[in-house]
């Protein structure tokens, strides 16, 4: 994650993170980025069943499948609590099609991590907000591409933006922290300045802006990415219209996922501008260190299989029905685990040489992997120029 608030509108200073030690453990949500330990994020993928066909969901979700039970659900819980990890994301398919969804939360949260959800949005009814914050849930991540027609193309169904919109306003009522996902494509790209509107109108206070990873069914939309040249409009807009809300005195959130060349962009942005924040930003993205698959972010799926992170679903690490999860996802006999946790070693391509290979780290290796074939070749979706990385 790369957060443009934070770092193009200063919104959090170097400093910030050093107050905490930059313990997983200890520091709040909005600074986990800038761990040193990088304890994982995990993303659970509660369920394959989903009430929607998103035509870029990454897990093809639609019908349910063999799920972890309840019991080894809890066991997971807790071995994830006793290992470190601060924050468990329960996805799926759609996580509130999963019953036993409360019970899951609960234990999340009495073990000390900071549950949250991500979600479609359109089953969140007044009563499943209540008991949400009742349990004490942090975040409710909703996925929208774009305003009514466009995303309820993506979605596959008509109504799904009226509904995610409830489920929104159902949640933000009862206290709980809302923010929006975005997958950003050639078809939706011009949806963005009306989601800022969106957010500005309805007080929405965080977004995430993902790039395109080409998994799942997104595989089919490889030739919708955007072009470099796109990319940098689109960075621009995004940071302009956050500069524009902040400014305007709007406490927001606003990150970009996916695509860690964003960092160097961002900074290389504030040096043409002449900002006295550019070198405390570079110190921040070094905090950061760039991708964290395989370290910082990890995924267990609905049958137990382990990822290195949730988009990346052809490289099984191991099952957590057959070992427990801190063994697999420190297996000094696992090789390609290891170069992962490494990867600034074994990236191939631009990457070898660029000169931001600390504050990247060679972007996303399942975006490369998927394009190339090869899990170390260069990221396709870097779109720094090469003068910009020499």
């Given at each position: 994650?790369?957060g443009?608030?934070?770092l193009?509108?200063?919104?959090?200073?170097?400093?910030?993170?050093?107050r905490y030690?930059?313990?997983?453990?200890e520091?709040?949500?909005?600074l986990?980025?800038?761990?040193?330990?990088?304890?994982?994020v995990?993303?659970?993928?509660?369920t394959?069943?989903?009430?929607?066909?998103c035509?870029?969901?990454?897990?093809?979700a639609?019908?349910a499948?063999?799920?972890?039970?309840?019991?080894?659900?809890?066991?997971?819980?807790?071995?994830?609590?006793?290992?470190?990890?601060?924050?468990?994301?329960?996805s799926?398919?759609?996580?509130v099609?999963?019953?036993d969804?409360?019970?899951?939360?609960d234990?999340?949260?009495?073990?000390?991590?900071?549950?949250?959800?991500?979600?479609?949005?359109?089953?969140?009814?007044?009563?499943?907000?209540?008991?949400?914050?009742?349990l004490?849930?942090?975040?409710?991540?909703?996925?929208?591409?774009?305003?009514?027609?466009?995303?309820?193309s993506?979605?596959g169904?008509?109504?799904?933006f009226a509904?995610?919109l409830?489920?929104?306003?159902?949640?933000?009522?009862?206290?709980?922290?809302?923010?929006?996902?975005f997958?950003?494509?050639?078809?939706n790209?011009?949806?963005?300045?009306?989601?800022?509107?969106?957010?500005?109108?309805?007080?929405?206070?965080?977004?995430c802006?993902?790039?395109?990873?080409?998994?799942?069914?997104a595989s089919?939309?490889m030739?919708?990415?955007l072009?470099?040249g796109?990319?940098?409009q689109?960075?621009?807009?995004?940071?302009?219209?956050?500069?524009?809300?902040?400014?305007?005195?709007?406490?927001?959130?606003?990150?970009?996922?996916?695509?860690?060349?964003d960092?160097?962009?961002?900074y290389?942005?504030?040096?043409?501008?002449?900002?006295p924040?550019?070198?405390?930003?570079?110190?921040?993205l070094?905090?950061?260190?760039?991708?964290s698959?395989?370290?910082?972010?990890?995924?267990?799926?609905?049958?137990?299989?382990?990822?290195?992170?949730?988009?990346?679903?052809?490289?099984?690490?191991?099952?957590?029905t057959?070992?427990?999860?801190?063994?697999i996802?420190d297996?000094?006999?696992?090789?390609?685990?290891?170069?992962?946790?490494?990867?600034?070693?074994?990236?191939?391509?631009?990457?070898?040489?660029?000169?931001?290979?600390?504050?990247?780290?060679?972007?996303?290796?399942?975006?490369?992997?998927?394009a190339?074939g090869?899990?170390?070749?260069?990221d396709?979706?870097?779109?720094?120029?090469d003068?910009?990385?020499?």
């Amino acid at each position: 994650m790369i957060g443009i608030s934070k770092l193009y509108c200063g919104t959090v200073e170097a400093s910030d993170p050093l107050r905490y030690g930059r313990a997983s453990r200890e520091l709040p949500s909005h600074l986990l980025q800038f761990s040193a330990d990088k304890k994982p994020v995990v993303v659970w993928n509660v369920t394959s069943a989903c009430n929607l066909r998103c035509v870029h969901c990454y897990a093809s979700a639609g019908k349910a499948a063999r799920e972890l039970s309840t019991r080894q659900g809890l066991e997971l819980i807790a071995q994830l609590a006793d290992y470190g990890a601060p924050v468990i994301l329960f996805s799926g398919g759609e996580p509130v099609l999963r019953e036993d969804l409360p019970t899951l939360i609960d234990a999340a949260v009495k073990a000390g991590m900071r549950a949250v959800i991500s979600t479609n949005g359109t089953l969140i009814s007044r009563d499943t907000a209540m008991r949400f914050a009742d349990l004490g849930l942090s975040y409710i991540g909703v996925s929208l591409d774009g305003m009514e027609e466009v995303n309820d193309s993506f979605r596959g169904v008509q109504g799904a933006f009226a509904q995610a919109l409830g489920g929104i306003y159902n949640a933000m009522r009862e206290d709980i922290k809302v923010g929006l996902r975005f997958t950003m494509n050639r078809r939706n790209v011009a949806e963005i300045p009306k989601i800022f509107d969106l957010m500005a109108s309805e007080g929405i206070p965080r977004i995430c802006f993902y790039h395109l990873v080409y998994t799942g069914r997104a595989s089919e939309l490889m030739e919708e990415d955007l072009t470099h040249g796109q990319t940098r409009q689109t960075l621009d807009l995004i940071m302009d219209r956050t500069k524009e809300m902040i400014q305007a005195g709007r406490d927001v959130e606003v990150l970009t996922v996916d695509n860690h060349a964003d960092g160097p962009y961002v900074y290389l942005r504030l040096k043409r501008e002449g900002s006295p924040r550019a070198g405390e930003v570079l110190e921040l993205l070094k905090m950061n260190a760039g991708n964290s698959s395989g370290l910082g972010i990890g995924c267990v799926n609905w049958d137990g299989e382990v990822y290195p992170d949730q988009f990346w679903r052809t490289r099984v690490l191991g099952n957590v029905t057959q070992r427990p999860f801190p063994e697999i996802w420190d297996d000094p006999s696992n090789e390609f685990l290891m170069m992962l946790k490494n990867k600034k070693d074994h990236v191939q391509g631009r990457c070898r040489a660029c000169r931001w290979l600390d504050v990247c780290a060679g972007n996303f290796r399942a975006r490369a992997e998927a394009a190339s074939g090869d899990p170390w070749a260069e990221d396709p979706a870097c779109y720094l120029l090469d003068e910009e990385i020499a």
